[in-house]
């Protein structure tokens, strides 16, 4: 009985298809095709640094219509700096993975034929046609990778977002209504900060977001249930304070006076320090708002809290706008603000010093 002779071709898995044959093949397409595979299948970067040697090896010209290399073994170790041991793995994961077939020769090498003319005709090693074959497919699961991570990119932005205004509310609770049991927020926010998955980290934040937008609820509805409960007239030494209404004592029962008379005045003076602050209705939004951004304008936590303490949130939010309006749009003949957290800190001083009058300086703003 005779028996087939072998064509030196390694027998693909059923379920992967055939490579077809190609008409043509660019390079940067290869290199392309590889980037995503290597992306959407998670390649071991010794197979990531494989392929790319492999499609590195190819000529630009095709072999019985074939995108056919034959780099060695002993090639690939000194391109890659990974063992052979490591090589054999990566290829091996690539043919199973169906982005390469290996055509074997009679003695296991890997090599060319040419013809008399010195032209190619016949390759021993790796066709490189089913990674271009795959494209189609591996674009739809990438696109379906890329919606996955923006969707998971805005769950944390919105997950952050809650989490800085839940800790603002409890902040400006503790503070402004130092009498409101607020034990059970605080402990449900540490416990939250704890078990937060990091963006860096891999999971989802659905839960954790719904958690913190929870929290922020009930917080600043406990900020609206104290401000609004507080029907008698109290004694408040701090006239940056939000919402208050009334001072305790009936010998003056006038509203303490204001660093500004509206937020209104604010946006009207400072347009372009309000444009990163986003809309607001009232100063408790204007203080939660301010607190949000001051990191990005270099404004530590403990100066943010230390500007609390001495002239007030409402003044402290104020103070950060008026600063962050002058470094947008520096006054006429003045320096630049270059660093606005230190500014601030020092504005912040003199104000309660009595130095600075905040009061006229955000007036000359509105003539300007």
Same mark, same amino acid.
């Given at each position: 009985m005779t028996s087939a002779q072998p064509s030196g071709w390694r027998a693909l898995k059923p379920t992967l298809p055939s490579a077809r044959e190609q008409d043509s093949a660019d390079k940067q397409e290869l290199f392309d095709a590889a980037r995503i595979a290597a992306k959407v299948l998670q390649l071991p970067s010794s197979a990531r640094f494989v392929l790319d040697q492999l499609v590195g090896c190819y000529r630009g010209e095709l072999i019985e219509n074939r995108i056919l290399v034959w780099p060695s073994n002993e090639f690939l170790v000194e391109r890659t700096g990974i063992p052979e041991r490591s090589v054999r793995y990566s290829l091996?994961? *690539?043919?199973? +993975?169906?982005?390469? $077939?290996?055509?074997? &020769?009679?003695?296991?090498?890997?090599f060319a034929q040419? &013809?008399?003319?010195?032209?190619? $005709?016949?390759?021993?090693?790796?066709?490189? &046609?089913?990674?271009?074959?795959?494209?189609?497919? *591996?674009?739809?699961?990438?696109?379906?990778?890329?919606? #996955?991570?923006? +969707?998971?990119? *805005?769950?944390?932005? +919105?997950?952050?977002?809650? #989490? #800085?205004?839940?800790?603002?509310?409890? @902040?400006?609770?503790?503070e402004v209504y130092p009498d409101s049991d607020i034990t059970d927020l605080t402990a449900r926010a540490l416990e939250l900060s704890r078990v937060t998955p990091r963006r860096s980290a891999t999971g989802s934040a659905d839960s954790a977001r719904d958690a913190w937008h929870q929290l922020r609820m009930e917080a600043e509805g406990r900020y609206y249930a104290a401000s609004a409960g507080n029907s008698c007239r109290h004694k408040d030494n701090n006239k940056y304070a939000p919402d208050q209404s009334c001072n305790n004592g009936s010998e003056d029962v006038r509203e303490p006076e204001r660093p500004i008379a509206t937020v209104d005045d604010l946006v009207k003076a400072c347009p372009d320090a309000m444009e990163f602050i986003g809309q607001v209705r009232n100063d408790?939004?204007?203080?939660?708002?301010?607190?949000?951004? @001051?990191?990005?304008?270099? $404004?530590?936590? &403990?100066?943010? +809290?230390?500007?609390?303490?001495?002239?007030?949130?409402?003044?402290?939010?104020?103070? *950060? $706008?008026?600063?962050i309006q002058l470094q947008a749009r520096p006054t006429p003949g003045a320096e630049p603000i270059k660093n606005a957290g230190g500014y601030f800190r020092a504005l912040v001083r003199l104000i309660k010093s009595g130095q600075v009058d905040l009061t006229q300086e955000i007036r000359r703003l509105l003539k300007r």
């Open positions: 091996a994961r *690539l043919i199973e +993975e169906g982005l390469i $077939v290996a055509k074997d &020769s009679a003695n296991g090498k890997r040419r &013809s008399a003319q010195g032209q190619i $005709v016949r390759a021993y090693g790796f066709d490189l &046609s089913p990674l271009l074959e795959k494209v189609p497919e *591996l674009n739809e699961r990438l696109a379906a990778i890329q919606e #996955r991570e923006r +969707e998971r990119a *805005l769950a944390f932005d +919105e997950l952050t977002i809650h #989490r #800085r205004s839940a800790q603002e509310a409890l @902040r400006t609770l503790a408790r939004e204007f203080i939660l708002g301010v607190g949000r951004m @001051r990191g990005a304008f270099g $404004v530590s936590p &403990s100066a943010w +809290e230390e500007a609390g303490r001495e002239i007030g949130l409402l003044g402290a939010a104020a103070t *950060l $706008v008026y600063v």
